[in-house]
C-alpha cells in the first residue's frame, strides 16, 4: 500500500473550516484514500474515504487531486470535540491490513 | 447496534507473566484486525483474519505473540513472557466484506502495563 505524508499538527479556530492535507504521490490506481481519527483514549474512528471523486457526508468532506496525488479533508465547521489526530491512508481496500502512519494532531481551539 | 468490544479494559500484570486480551467483533463482520499502539505513537498492525484464510501474521513482533480466531467470532491475543517494553493499547476493529471499502470499526482498546 501507499505511503502517505501529513503535517505533524495543526491548529484550527472554533466555527472555522479545518483543511487537514494528505500527500500520496505514490497511489496507485486501484487504492482509495480513506480517513479515520482517534480522540484521546479512544479507538479510531473512520470518517470517509474515495477513490478519485470528491465526497461528502455527515461528518466531512474529501477532495482529491485530479492526479490523485494528493487530498485534503474538510470539516466545514470545527468545534471543540473535533480535536484529535487524523490519520490519512491509501488501501486497496478492505484485502488486507490497513497502515496508519502517525497522522496529523488537530487542536481546535476557542 | 453493538460496536467492537474489547476486554479486560486495563490490564496490569508482572513482567514474565501470560496476558490474554479478548477482541469480540461486530456480529457478521468477517475481517478481524488486531494494532498496538503504544504512548504517544501511532497504530501498529499486529495481524489480521478474514474468514477461513489463513491470517497475515506479518505484523506480529516475536514469537511471544500469537492470536486465534474461531469462525467469524470472538479473537484472542495472546502475550507470552511479557516483557516491560509490550506495554501499550491494543486495538481491535473488524469489518464486513459486503465490499472491498468497508471500513474498519475499532473497539475502545485493552490498555496493558506490564510492571
Known amino acids: 500500500d501507499a505511503k502517505t505524508t501529513q503535517p505533524t499538527s495543526m491548529d484550527c479556530a472554533e466555527g472555522r473550516a479545518a483543511n487537514l492535507p494528505c500527500n500520496h504521490s505514490t497511489i496507485s490506481g486501484n487504492e482509495y484514500v480513506y480517513w479515520y481519527r482517534q480522540i484521546h483514549s479512544q479507538g479510531p474512528q473512520y470518517i470517509i474515504h474515495g477513490l478519485k471523486n470528491n465526497e461528502t457526508n455527515e461528518m466531512a468532506s474529501l477532495i482529491i487531486t485530479e492526479d490523485r496525488k494528493s487530498s485534503t479533508l474538510i470539516l466545514p465547521h470545527a468545534t471543540l470535540r473535533d480535536t484529535a489526530v487524523y490519520y490519512c491512508?491509501?488501501?486497496?481496500?478492505?484485502?488486507?491490513?490497513?497502515?496508519f502512519g502517525q497522522g496529523t494532531t488537530l487542536q481546535v481551539k476557542p | 447496534g453493538a460496536g467492537v468490544s474489547q476486554s479486560p479494559s486495563n490490564k496490569v500484570t508482572e513482567k514474565g507473566k501470560d496476558v490474554e486480551l479478548r477482541c469480540d467483533p461486530i456480529s457478521g463482520h468477517t475481517a478481524l484486525y488486531w494494532y498496538r499502539q503504544r504512548l504517544g505513537q501511532g497504530l501498529e498492525f499486529l495481524i489480521y483474519f478474514q474468514g477461513n484464510s489463513a491470517p497475515d501474521k506479518s505484523g506480529l513482533p516475536s514469537d511471544r505473540f500469537s492470536a486465534e480466531r474461531t469462525g467469524e467470532s470472538v479473537s484472542t491475543l495472546t502475550i507470552q513472557r511479557t516483557q516491560q517494553e509490550d506495554s501499550a493499547v491494543y486495538l481491535c476493529?473488524?469489518?464486513?466484506?459486503?465490499?472491498?471499502?468497508?471500513?474498519?470499526?475499532f473497539g475502545n482498546g485493552t490498555r496493558l502495563t506490564v510492571t
Open positions: 476493529a473488524s469489518s464486513s466484506f459486503d465490499s472491498r471499502v468497508s471500513p474498519l470499526h
Open positions: 491512508i491509501v488501501s486497496r481496500g478492505n484485502t488486507g491490513k490497513l497502515i
